[in-house]
């Protein structure tokens, strides 16, 4: 059993930076991933890691921007959150399972969203 607590949302202007982060406790996992939903849209994977080799993946749309790393020690996924947009405002999620990919279908635990609001 995975349990993932999302942390770090709130509300920032654009061109503002946040950091969220995703405590996970268990190990049946392989791969940590962050989602995001705004309203009216579907759930959109942002990026993913394999902590224990550091590899990476993100989407086109937050590329060059978001940062995913993690913190093994403490069991923990960081996602740095740079040079936000009114469109990155959204629930973020984090999640973890053992396949690779940013299908919200390849994810098993969820943790439950923190809120990220961009103001123009």
């Known amino acids: 059993e995975v349990q993932l607590q999302a ?3 709130g ?28 309203p009216g849209k579907e ?8 902590p224990t080799d550091g590899s990476t993946e993100y989407a086109r749309s937050v ?3 978001f940062t995913i790393s993690s ?4 069991k923990r996924v960081l ?13 973020y999620y984090c999640a973890a399972g053992i396949h690779w990919g940013l299908g919200d279908v390849l994810y098993d635990y969820w943790g ?4 990220v609001t961009v103001s123009s």
């Open 63 to 65: 590329k060059g921007r």
């Open 71 to 74: 913190d093994n020690a403490e």
């Open 79 to 91: 996602l740095q959150m740079n040079s936000l947009k009114p469109e990155d405002t959204a629930v």
């Open 7 to 9: 942390s770090g949302g």
């Open 43 to 50: 759930r959109e994977g942002m990026a993913c890691i394999n």
């Open 11 to 38: 509300l920032v202007q654009a061109g503002g930076s946040l950091t969220l982060t995703c405590e996970a406790s268990g190990s049946a996992y392989d791969v940590i991933a962050w989602f995001r939903q705004a």
């Open 112 to 115: 439950q969203g923190t809120q």
